[in-house]
């Protein structure tokens, strides 16, 4: 082990090995109103695996990207495809009842499956291995969850195993292992299917930023550039809810930022699929760039908007492999933002009771793989109006007065303290004193603001004023991004949005 920490050099632009490591198709953009079967927005997984379902079962198909396809949250994740969701199934009993959780993880079970059987029938090259996952412990207090977590895996009858040592120089207390789980590059397993999509007669469109749903016979999208396109089913898997349908979700999920760096390690990397039961968390998983295995090590989790400068979140794990590994070089880093419902369990189905023809997939507390995956299935099978055996786990509508009631609550009063808070808070900075790439709030004719200082040094300046429900942005450091602390949406330096719940920029100053 690594006796003593040198620093290693962090990239100085975020970008995510997955996009830089792929050859995406191009699309176009939407020109004219369409007619089709079902409109899906958001071309991650959920949409692309959706979209690869219902073509083939003969249905039309129009997927609306807002940005450029796979650059959301699919783009930026560490791609473990795996049932262990942390410390979850213990929880899942506690509150939902043993039905329910097993449901839980065979609805993920049967993702994981369905990967596995797409990339071993269409021969597919995306580095699929299949690993353990693990998740392990290293005071107590995680000793104990571990434990109870273990349990809860024998009630369910998951397979798994339970031992006081994983193969680092980390000191455990105890680890629980999942096996058979698996690893791949999420974006070449999804440029196939992208391209059997389209083969089979479905339309892909980049840049069109869909604003509304428009009630009717048939439900229509409209898109910021004012086109329209009507299906039988409207599909929402653009991570945030493009449209709300009187749901209300932004009051009932909060957003969380994790971060990843990519590196070469001193230290042979033992194989299987980490993350510890404790915080901060640390996730750890082998990845092979350029032919050479090297190591994602992942964690850092909170709350969008709040915190510590985001970069020191990369230092921080960048300390982390370099005591475990010996870190050498970071080729890449980059963060991703994650949503977490009321009760952990992801919202997929109907957007509200009186919408039926609008369906949802939304909250997948960052395991978007499996998640992802089973909600494809879940909206394939309603658009079809099949039985799935999951759909009434995953049901928006539903409500457990624990832990709901209490999450909501606390969710909603951190909103209103952060509301307030960025409201009486007036900066002395002002945009002169800030060095080339720099971003801050800062005072401009008396008012707050956001400014940032560009290469060339040309000050942007924005309102700070979130275009969602009015809270205060904050400047994100390590990623160059406004971020809301209330409902997590996010704005580039220059005020465009690039997550929601927000769509509309912040208004620029000058």
């Known amino acids: 082990m690594p006796k003593h920490h040198s620093h290693v ?15 995406l ?8 109103d369409l007619q089709v079967d079902v409109v899906i927005v958001g071309g991650g997984i959920t949409g692309i695996t959706a979209a690869y379902l219902l073509v ?23 791609a473990k495809i795996t049932a262990q969701h942390g410390l979850i199934y213990d929880e899942l009993i506690r509150h939902m009842g043993k039905s329910k959780a097993r449901l839980y993880h065979e609805s993920n079970r049967d993702a994981l499956s369905f990967i596995r059987e797409t990339i071993r029938e269409q021969r597919i090259d995306c580095d699929f291995s299949e690993e353990d996952a693990c998740i392990y412990a290293t005071t107590d207090h995680g000793a104990q969850q571990v434990e109870q977590e273990y349990e809860a895996y024998q009630q369910l009858g998951v397979d798994g195993e339970l031992s006081d040592a994983i193969p680092f120089h980390i ?29 089979k007669g479905g339309r892909i469109f980049e840049g069109a930023v869909a604003i509304d749903v428009l009630d009717g016979h048939q439900p229509t999208v409209v898109t910021r550039d004012g086109h329209r396109v009507t299906g039988a089913k409207v599909l929402a898997c653009s991570h945030f809810p493009f449209y709300d349908g009187q749901g209300f979700y932004f009051t009932r999920m909060q957003a969380d930022r994790s971060y990843v760096i990519a590196a070469r390690t001193d230290l042979k990397y033992p194989g299987g699929m980490y993350i510890s039961a404790d915080s901060p968390t640390r996730s750890l998983r082998s990845v092979k760039i350029d032919n050479e295995e090297m190591v994602l090590i992942g964690g850092e989790s909170h709350r969008t908007g709040q915190g510590n400068d985001t970069l ?12 475990v590994l010996g870190v050498k070089e970071i080729l890449y880093r980059w963060s991703n933002q994650d949503l977490i419902t009321l009760d952990k369990v992801a919202y997929i189905g109907e957007i509200a009771a009186h919408r039926p023809n609008v369906l949802v997939a939304t909250g997948y507390r960052k395991w978007g793989m499996t998640t992802g995956t089973a909600a494809a299935h879940i909206l394939r099978d309603k658009v079809l109006e099949r039985a799935n055996p999951y759909a009434r786990l995953y049901t928006p509508s539903r409500f457990y007065a624990d832990p709901s009631l209490r999450t909501f609550l606390a969710q ?23 060095a080339r790439q720099e971003g801050s709030v800062v005072s401009f004719n008396g008012a707050r603001a956001g400014a940032y200082r560009d290469d060339e040094g040309h000050v942007r300046l924005v309102d ?8 205060e942005v904050e400047w994100n450091h390590g990623d160059r991004t406004w971020d809301c602390p209330c409902h997590g949406s996010r704005f580039s330096y220059s005020g465009e949005v690039v997550e929601g719940p927000a769509n509309r920029p912040l208004q620029r100053l000058t």
Request: charge should be negative; glycine fraction near 6%.
């Open 9 to 23: 050099r962090l990239p100085e632009i975020p970008e995510a090995y997955w996009l830089n490591s792929v050859h």
């Open 25 to 32: 198709p191009t699309f176009p953009s939407l020109e004219d």
């Open 56 to 78: 083939h079962e003969g249905l039309t198909v129009a997927l609306l990207e807002a940005d450029t396809l796979l650059h959301g949250t699919t783009g930026y994740t560490t």
């Open 171 to 199: 000191p455990v207390h105890n680890a629980l292992s999942m096996k058979r789980q698996a690893q791949f590059h999420p974006l070449r397993y999804l440029a196939h299917l992208v391209q059997v999509i389209t083969d």
């Open 312 to 323: 020191e979140h990369y230092k921080a794990l960048e300390v982390f492999g370099h005591d």
């Open 412 to 434: 909603n009063a951190n909103v209103a303290a952060h509301l307030i808070k960025g409201k009486f808070d007036m900066p002395l900075k002002s945009a002169d004193d800030l």
């Open 464 to 471: 700070t004023t979130c275009t969602h429900l009015g809270c």
